[in-house]
């Protein structure tokens, strides 16, 4: 079985987070190639999700995102990490659901062996311990992950979660959130630093957040997010400057 993308990084890991730049279904998928080869990001996530043709019956999402897939590792020979959000995950105002967890896992399942990692839903547990299965099978880290786009997660919620991830062994815990103050973001840091998951992503979302992007690291988180012409989430700034910013930061490695 190949190495896992996150064990091949952990002298990097060891200095600095990985800096992830989001390809979606807006604009050319072009100009967010060349965007992602200007930034010198370490990681591509395709959220599959927000393409049309990702909505359809499985055979054609299926060879969609084979050939999406297929262009990216061609064109940018970048690692990637596969999404494909449900969406009550998707952000404060989702599009109806077309697709089920099952028809999900299914279509996930057959790309895993063309990607490095994966995001799945930690509150679809049942979705999420079997696609945490199957991408160890492939060698595929797996990120389980928890979005509150209203409000903060409390001490005991990200305990769960933590617990939760654990249980199933998933390799990093994502956990994003809106604070209201910044003594909601420095409390929700704090605390997930504490957590006994070893490897995390903290993310504060919306313009209060916007620190957890740049000084994450400091309290556990190994990746960070960019986007690539449009923000995927509040908060979210472009992949390049966050590159630089890191980079800055941690050092030019």
Known sequence: MKSSFLSRQEKLLATRPLVVGTLLNHGKIAEQFAAARRSGIDLLELRLDTFPQAQGPFQKTYEFGRSLLREIKEKLHLPVL?????????????????????????????????????????????????????????????????????????????????AASRGMKGDVLKLAMMPASNDQLESFLGTGKNLSCPKKVLIGMGKLGEPSRLFGFSFGSVLTYGHLGRSAAPGQIPAGDLVKAVKTLYGSR
């Open 82 to 162: 596969l999404t494909l959000r449900a969406h009550d995950e998707r952000g404060p105002h989702p599009t109806r659901e077309t697709l089920s967890d099952a028809h999900r896992a299914e279509i996930m399942a057959r790309l895993l062996p063309s990607v490095d990692m994966v995001d799945v839903e930690l509150r679809h547990a049942p979705f999420a311990k079997r696609m945490t299965v199957v991408a160890h099978i492939h060698g595929v880290d797996v990120i389980h992950s928890a979005h509150n786009f209203s409000g903060i997660w409390t001490k005991s919620q990200m305990a769960r979660f933590c």
